[in-house]
Nanobody, 123 residues
Framework: QVQLVESGGGLVQAGGSLRLSCAAL????????MGWFRQAPGKEREFVAA????????YYADSVKGRFSISRENAKNTVYLQMNSLKPEDTAVYYC????????????????WGQGTQVTVSS
């Protein structure tokens, strides 16, 4: 069993930056592909980014490519999402998740989820 705890969300102006963190408790962190998803009010949960077990491979949704960067520190059991040039349409609850599959872009491919952290981008 893996417990995931996100942090780092908040309110930021358009064009600003935020760094989300997700700490994993229990399980073997390096055996999981880690992903970030987001869900805006009234919308389905959507894939944002994923990173492979060792961090050597990453994959991004087109909507965030070039602005967001996913990374991980296996020694700290933590995955990060650096978000730059934020836009109002990035406003959502952001979730981290763990999967044993690569490339895992569908929510159904992920086995464990965090509780989410709110990101609000004002215009």
């Amino acid at each position: 069993q893996v417990q995931l705890v996100e942090s780092g969300g908040g309110l930021v102006q358009a064009g600003g930056s935020l760094r989300l963190s997700c700490a994993a408790l229990g399980g073997t962190f390096s055996s999981y592909v880690m992903g970030w998803f987001r869900q805006a009010p009234g919308k389905e949960r959507e894939f944002v980014a994923a990173i492979s077990w060792s961090g050597g491979n990453t994959y991004y949704a087109d909507s965030v490519k070039g602005r967001f960067s996913i990374s991980r520190e296996n020694a700290k059991n933590t995955v990060y999402l650096q978000m730059n040039s934020l836009k109002p349409e990035d406003t959502a609850v952001y979730y981290c998740a763990a999967s044993r599959q690569w490339i895992a872009v569908g929510p159904g491919s992920y086995d464990y989820w965090g509780q989410g952290t709110q990101v609000t981008v004002s215009s």
